[in-house]
Nanobody, 115 residues
Framework: QVQLVESGGGLVQPGGSLRLSCAAS????????MGWYRQAPGKERELVATITKDAITNYVDSVKGRFTISRDNAKNTVYLQMNSLKPEDTAVYYC?????????WGQGTQVAVSS
């Protein structure tokens, strides 16, 4: 029933930009906090950015000033605008929705930063 469908991943050169989207269905989107996580091969999954239902944002230090998380409740969609991309940003990026103790995950979208 619950689906988080991600899009926008791809290959980009260092210094480039990419915008990830995550469209949610099966939940009352406006009541959920949303987040973006990423996992590179051989590394642990890490939290990248979060946004509360009231649009308060938080970021891991490594992406501050480069990434922006936002949400459009009318479209049931959360975004991650990624600028000044670095090779270290290469990972599978996952969308997450959480309310109370319930959490849902998207399928992931691949982001590759390489010259």
């Amino acid at each position: 029933q619950v689906q988080l469908v991600e899009s926008g991943g791809g290959l980009v050169q260092p210094g480039g930009s990419l915008r990830l989207s995550c469209a949610a269905s099966g939940i009352l989107f406006r009541l959920y906090a949303m987040g973006w996580y990423r996992q590179a091969p051989g590394k642990e999954r890490e939290l990248v950015a979060t946004i509360t239902k009231d649009a308060i944002t938080n970021y891991v230090d490594s992406v501050k000033g480069r990434f922006t998380i936002s949400r459009d409740n009318a479209k049931n969609t959360v975004y991650l605008q990624m600028n000044s991309l670095k090779p270290e940003d290469t990972a599978v990026y996952y969308c997450n929705a959480v309310k109370y103790n319930n959490a849902f995950w998207g399928q992931g979208t691949q982001v590759a930063v390489s010259s």
